[in-house]
């Protein structure tokens, strides 16, 4: 039973496209997050979702819309893919907050912009 | 600023050897540390976590340390194996704020 998972776990696209990754989780946890790690390997948050709301939206490009219908999903809509937006996308979820909490993460989904 | 740095970066040892990975961190205020092993092409997982008042924990063949005086954490592996091929990344929270800090990792190769 996969606790925190996230489709597609490859993605193919050409520059200009809009795309969209779905994630789920079933541990009952409040909060949600999107993480995106470079080729560097290094993960940096995106935004984090507690009860569906909002409450970390790092400096990302607008081209990027987190949208979550209700604490068990938060999705992540992409405009406009430059080749920058190319890396590997964390879903994660946590039961507090992360101070506190333990991060349960997805398996990731590899964004290849063309 | 809040940073995690760790080292070595990369790390290649022989399977059934023991190896030591370093976290130094200077975020304040301190909440707990955690490390983190991440096999290729999966997400993070949580090895172990040491909060303030802990000096060392255990996980199997792993043994974390912390010196909160020093700002420093340790990962000790015993006789490694080749599952233990992995990036291990610290994470560090602190007190009262919603993110945390993650370090850049450490990439460790066990060969046969």
């Known amino acids: 039973d996969t606790a925190v998972s996230q489709t597609p776990k490859y993605l193919v696209t050409q520059m200009g496209n809009d795309k969209s990754i779905k994630c789920e989780q079933n541990?009952?946890?409040?909060?949600m997050y999107w993480y995106k790690q470079d080729s560097k390997k290094f993960l940096k948050i995106m935004f984090s979702?507690?009860?569906?709301?909002?409450?970390i939206n790092e400096t990302v490009p607008n081209r990027f819309s987190p949208k979550s219908p209700d604490k068990a999903h938060l999705n992540l809509h992409i405009n406009s893919l430059e080749l920058g937006d190319s890396a590997v996308y964390f879903c994660?979820?946590?039961?507090?907050?992360?101070?506190?909490?333990?991060?349960?993460f997805g398996e990731g989904s590899r964004l290849t912009v063309l | 600023k809040n940073q995690v740095e760790q080292s070595p970066q990369s790390l290649i040892i022989l399977e059934g050897k023991n190896c030591t990975l370093q976290?130094?961190?200077?975020?304040?205020?301190?909440?707990?540390l955690r490390w983190y092993k991440q096999d290729t092409g999966r997400g993070p997982v949580s090895l172990t976590i040491?909060?303030?008042?802990?000096n060392t924990k255990s996980n199997g063949r792993y043994t974390a340390t912390l010196d909160a005086d020093t700002k420093q954490s340790s990962l000790h592996i015993t006789a490694s194996q080749l599952s233990d091929s992995a990036s291990y990344i610290c994470?560090?929270?602190?007190?009262?704020?919603?993110?945390?800090?993650f370090g850049i990792g450490t990439k460790l190769q066990v060969i046969p």
């Open positions: 994660a979820s946590s039961l507090l907050t992360p101070y506190t909490g333990e991060l349960f």
């Open positions: 541990l009952g946890h409040d909060t």
């Open positions: 979702y507690n009860n569906k709301e909002l409450i």
């Open positions: 976290c130094n961190y200077t975020v304040s205020p301190f909440s707990n």
């Open positions: 040491m909060t303030f008042s802990e």
């Open positions: 994470v560090v929270s602190a007190r009262g704020y919603q993110k945390v800090t």
